[in-house]
C-alpha cells in the first residue's frame, strides 16, 4: 500500500536561514512526488514535483527538493526562508506504473507547518 | 483565468438535513476528486471521477454521495448519515491519469468549511 509520513508536525526556523520540510513515502511502483503549500483556508498550491531525472527538483518560490531513492525520502529545502514561507506543506505520492489498473490516487501525508520568525 | 470554484466559502448543517457543496472547473481536466481534511490528518479521499457519469468511491465515502452529470462540475452532497460532517472540503482536478495525467499534479479549489449548528 502507499503511504507517506511527514515525521514533524512543526517545523521553526528564523528568517534567512535554510529549512527543510522531510517526507519518507511507500510505493510498490516508481514514484510520482509532490510538495503542496496550504495558507490558513485556502486550497492547495503546487510547489514541484519528481517524475524522473535529476535528484534535486526546483519549484516555485524559490523551493527545491531531493529525492533519494535508497532512503525513499523526498525533503523540501529552501536556502533562505521568509517570514511569507510560513504555511503548512503537504508532501504526495502516487504509484507511477502505467498499468491500467493504476487509478493515479494521490497520497498525501499529515501535513508539516513551517513556522518563520523574524 | 482557468481553475475551480468552490461555493459556498462556508456552511452549516443542521440536524438531519443533507447538504451540497459545488464544485466548478474550467480547466477542461476530465479527473475531479474531493476530499477532507481535518486538523493533524492530512487529506483523505471521499470520492473521484475520471470521466463523465462515472465515479469510485474514496477512503471514506460513507455519508456522501456525488454525481458526474457535466465535465465541468462534480457536487458533494453530506448526507444526514455523516454523523461528523464538520471539516474542510476540498475539491481538485486533473488530467485523466489514463491518459498522460500521471506525471500532472492536481489543482485545488479553495475550500468549503463545513459546520453543524
Known amino acids: 500500500a502507499q503511504s507517506v509520513a511527514q515525521p514533524e508536525d512543526q517545523v521553526n526556523v528564523a528568517e534567512g536561514n535554510p529549512l527543510t520540510v522531510k517526507c519518507t513515502y511507500s510505493v510498490s511502483g516508481n514514484p510520482y512526488l509532490f510538495w503542496y503549500v496550504q495558507y490558513p483556508n485556502r486550497g492547495l498550491q503546487f510547489l514541484l514535483k519528481y517524475i524522473t531525472g535529476d535528484n534535486l527538483v526546483k519549484g516555485s518560490y524559490g523551493f527545491e527538493a531531493e529525492f533519494n531513492k535508497s532512503q525513499t525520502s523526498f525533503h523540501l529545502k529552501k536556502p533562505s526562508a521568509l517570514v511569507s514561507d510560513s504555511a503548512l506543506y503537504f508532501c504526495a505520492v502516487r504509484d507511477g506504473n502505467r498499468g491500467s489498473s493504476n487509478t493515479g490516487k494521490l497520497i498525501f501525508g499529515q501535513g508539516t507547518t513551517l513556522q518563520v520568525k523574524p | 483565468d482557468g481553475g475551480i470554484t468552490q461555493s459556498p466559502k462556508y456552511l452549516f448543517r443542521k440536524e438531519g438535513q443533507n447538504v451540497t457543496l459545488s464544485c466548478e472547473q474550467n480547466l477542461n481536466h476530465d479527473a475531479m476528486y474531493w476530499y477532507r481534511q481535518d486538523p493533524g490528518q492530512g487529506l483523505r479521499l471521499i470520492y473521484y471521477?475520471?470521466?463523465?457519469?462515472?465515479?469510485q468511491k474514496g477512503d471514506i465515502a460513507e455519508g456522501y454521495s456525488v454525481s458526474r452529470e457535466k465535465k465541468e462540475s462534480f457536487p458533494l452532497t453530506v448526507t444526514s448519515a455523516q454523523k461528523n460532517p464538520t471539516a474542510f472540503y476540498l475539491c481538485a482536478s486533473s488530467l485523466n491519469p489514463g491518459t498522460g495525467g500521471l506525471y500532472q499534479p492536481q489543482h485545488f479549489g479553495d475550500g468549503t468549511r463545513l459546520s453543524i449548528l
Open positions: 471521477s475520471q470521466i463523465v457519469n462515472d465515479f
